[in-house]
């Protein structure tokens, strides 16, 4: 387990995935609703449960017209301005993992965050499920963002993780269709990826300011999603430097 001193205004990589690699999101909804909680949830204040206003919105069913309805996780929750525990810089939901990059904005923001979404999803999805018992594998783990190029490189990696739905071997710079990757990043609905394109999906999670400074824009991110396949596929594999920082 990694267990980083967490320091005001420092940036980590956090992951976690289900017990014994079982998925923790099962449908859209189950989606949806972590999304939502890492935007409620992420606030000094007291937090009510929002189980039943989101079942309100949410049927077990979830068809186009709710789909629609549920992404608005913003303003209309909210009845007076958040104090943030962290900035999420960046986020990524796989079917048995996610991984989120944080900024530390409070003493203990890390932890309190992390302790509010985990002990929330897992009573949503419990309840859900008509199950008992933990969801994920132990606690989180986390590694500090310290290191200017990190910035080049762990953003990438985080939004690419869903090509293991579609190029497993990516990872190892192999990969047969370029289009075909380039296409399926761009229709991933669950992750931070589309709001650093300059296309509204989850726009009011995260805090975009710093990494798009980084990227010198959405432009250059955009840009920069072909160097960084060129790189990968030229060295066939991840560089070692940042095995490190990867936490999988």
Known sequence: MFKPEFVENEIYHIYNRGVEKRNIFLDKKDYLRFVHD?????????????????????????DASCLNQCLEVGPPNIDKPRKLLVEILA?????????????????????????????????YFNQRYERVGPLYQGRFKAVIINRSEHFDYIPYYIHFNPLDLIEPNWRDGIIKNYKKTIKFLNSYRWSSHLDYLGKKNFPSVTQREFLLREFQGEKNYKANIKKWFKEIT???KIDKEFRSIILE
């Open 38 to 62: 890492l935007f409620e949830f992420n606030n000094e204040e007291m937090t009510l449960s929002s189980n039943i206003r989101f079942a309100s919105r949410c049927p077990a069913k979830v």
């Open 91 to 123: 986020f990524c939901l796989m079917p048995n993992h996610y991984h989120l990059l944080l900024k530390q904005k409070s003493d203990d923001g890390i932890i309190k965050f992390m302790q509010k979404t985990g002990t929330g999803y897992v009573m």
């Open 234 to 236: 030229q060295t066939q």
